[in-house]
């Protein structure tokens, strides 16, 4: 394994087992990166720090995965919500933290992980609509979790979670964006088809119609940008 560079940031090229076992024997923080946040990276200095510092940095969307493959690294995509679900399952019997989404989803996820793992030790659960952030961070420290999971959307989860490994050294912490939406039965993921073939991002724009916009020129751009580092 390697740690290459993607328009500025570092980037594991581990393949899932590999990304498992680090996760779990160096802690700190993983960061499940794509387009969209190395886009802002590129824009916003103190988060290019963040996600450079973090322990462990997988390929989440498949366009990173293409960014790293047109500057010739081989690399293959980690999806996030299956990271994520399968460090629930290592660390069941330990204290894990979900911090997120709307009261109802995190709830309701919460109650369907419980019923996949019945062991699961849940220490501390929360929605993401919070203002004092202070307060929420001395509240997962106090519950000492081993494993926490803050589906707070980017770059918002990073930075929750690059203040939180301060206080808690010994922990493992991941970004998972809409995971608890998915966790919770609220949204649908993909069919395994569109998933062997890296295109939920495809899948869940023909379902929301609304993401297109956000996808598109975004994507093609950050194509260019990998071009054009590359041709440099």
């Known amino acids: 394994m390697e740690r290459v560079k993607l328009l500025g940031i570092g ?19 993983v960061v499940t990166i794509n387009p969209e ?14 996600l450079n510092e973090a322990e462990l940095v997988i390929p989440d969307g498949v366009g990173v995965q293409l960014g790293l493959q047109i500057l010739g690294y081989k690399a293959k995509r980690i999806p996030g919500i299956e990271f994520a679900k399968r460090l ?41 609509y919070f203002e004092n952030t202070e307060d929420v961070l001395q509240e997962v420290a106090c519950k ?8 707070l959307g980017s770059p918002k989860q990073e930075i929750f979670i690059y203040k ?49 916009k956000r996808i598109f020129p975004a994507l093609p751009l950050f194509v260019l940008k990998v071009l054009r580092e590359k041709w440099s």
């Open 11 to 29: 980037i594991d090229t581990y393949n899932f087992d590999e990304a498992l076992e680090h996760a779990k024997t160096v802690k700190g923080q």
């Open 37 to 50: 946040m190395l886009d802002y990276a590129g824009k916003n200095l103190e988060f290019a720090e963040i």
């Open 88 to 128: 629930i399952k290592e660390f069941q019997d330990r204290p894990v933290a979900l911090i997120g989404a709307k009261p109802e989803i995190v709830t309701k996820a919460a109650e369907n992980l419980k019923q996949e793992f019945p062991d699961l030790n849940l220490a501390y659960v929360r929605d993401g």
């Open 144 to 151: 000492k979790p081993e494993l926490v999971l803050a589906a």
């Open 164 to 212: 939180l490994k301060k206080m808690l050294p010994e922990a493992l912490m991941v970004g998972v964006g809409g995971s608890f939406d998915v966790w919770s039965g609220k949204v649908e993921r993909a069919p395994e088809f569109y998933q062997k073939l890296g295109l939920e991002w495809l899948y869940r724009t023909v379902k929301e119609p609304k993401r297109f």
